[in-house]
């Protein structure tokens, strides 16, 4: 492949420039994911892999790019999650913050007790210093951008970048859309740039980035705290109605006295949709179930709002690769 992948996607002194690519589709199912999990670790940090299928095909696609003192990867995977512990940390104690892009499918991130939905080019950050999980929900794509801690605390302070791990910026309005276009633009470029420029180019996308948390942060402080308590209000209205399909936006905004076009701005905010957020939460709180309670099937479809078990197992074996039953087989 030209150059190790490890020196390529970890190493800002590597001498290799050429994108580094790797493809596991060809691959048989057990060889796939391990070649996967081992990639992941040697270009980001030490985590752990967990796929919903845990026998079918795994198709995995990844591209790394060092671009000047960042390095952008171009991800199209199958559905998979994954895991850094507190364990990883001591063991592997990288402290790179990743940015994860959405461009296709969706994808949740978690960290600090913060949780978002992304789709559409929505984005997010990842401290690794911290415990985090990254839950491809579907086949997606992503762009990662890997940046050295000390580029993101020259320009911001720790508690702004302790405020904005976990949290969603939108793709699609705003200084998140120009930042996430970009981004784009530099993870899937056909054509290398000319020698020295790829320096000047990542701190201009480092630079608009900043712009964008610092659009996200000032308000942390006052309206945005308050749009980000207010979602919490809204979230934790939703999930008391979680049993009743019927129960609406508009239900909500009646009980908060907040308007629907409101509570979609929360959402949007957060790089996601009620509808989305919702759908994600129902099928969560199914697996747990499944795992963590002897209710039948039905019961737990009854539980979480979907109006029919068929209906129910379509949409979890969509999300999770099985069947809820063959889930709580896997899981007992």
């Known amino acids: 492949m030209g150059c190790n992948m490890a020196e ?11 994108p580094v690519r790797i493809n596991t589709t060809e691959l048989a199912s057990r060889e796939s994911r391990v070649q996967w999990s081992d990639t992941l670790d040697s ?4 985590m752990d ?3 919903p299928d845990q026998r079918g095909q795994f198709a995995a696609e990844l591209v790394v790019r060092p671009f000047g003192d960042l390095t ?30 959405i461009t296709r499918g969706t994808a949740i991130l978690r960290q600090h007790s913060r949780s978002t939905t992304l789709q559409h080019g929505a984005f997010g950050i990842l401290d690794s210093a911290s415990p985090f999980v990254v839950d491809g929900a579907t086949r997606f794509e992503q762009v990662v951008v890997r940046a050295p801690r000390e580029l993101l605390a020259g320009r911001l302070t720790e508690q702004t970048l302790d405020d904005v791990t976990g949290v969603g910026i939108s793709g699609q309005s705003g200084i ?6 970009m981004l784009v633009e530099i993870a899937t470029a056909e054509d290398e740039l000319p020698e020295g420029s790829t320096s000047p180019v990542a701190t201009s996308a480092l630079d608009l980035l900043v712009a964008a948390i610092g659009d996200l942060t000032p308000p942390l402080r006052g309206t945005q705290r308050i749009h980000r308590q207010d979602l919490q209000t809204v979230q934790r209205a939703m999930e008391r109605y979680l049993h009743d399909p019927d129960h609406s936006t508009a239900e909500i905004g009646i009980e908060l006295g907040m308007s629907v076009r409101y509570i979609h701005k929360l959402f949007a905010m957060a790089g996601t949709t009620p509808r989305t957020w919702l759908y994600e939460v129902r099928l969560e709180r199914a697996r747990l179930h499944l795992v963590e309670t002897a209710l039948t099937v039905a019961e737990i479809s009854e539980r979480v709002g979907f109006r029919d078990v068929s ?9 999770f690769g099985s069947s809820p039953a063959q889930l709580r087989a896997r899981e007992a």
Do not use: N, Q
């Open 8 to 18: 390529s996607a970890r190493k800002d002194d590597s001498p290799c420039t050429v």
């Open 43 to 46: 270009t980001y940090c030490e």
């Open 49 to 51: 892999v967990d796929w």
């Open 72 to 101: 952008f990867s171009m991800v199209r995977a199958d559905p998979h999650a994954v895991t850094r512990t507190p364990d990883m940390i001591r063991s592997d104690p990288s402290d790179d913050y990743l940015l994860c892009l």
């Open 176 to 181: 998140g859309r120009f930042v996430s276009r």
């Open 311 to 319: 209906h129910f197992s379509r949409a979890f074996r969509r999300r």
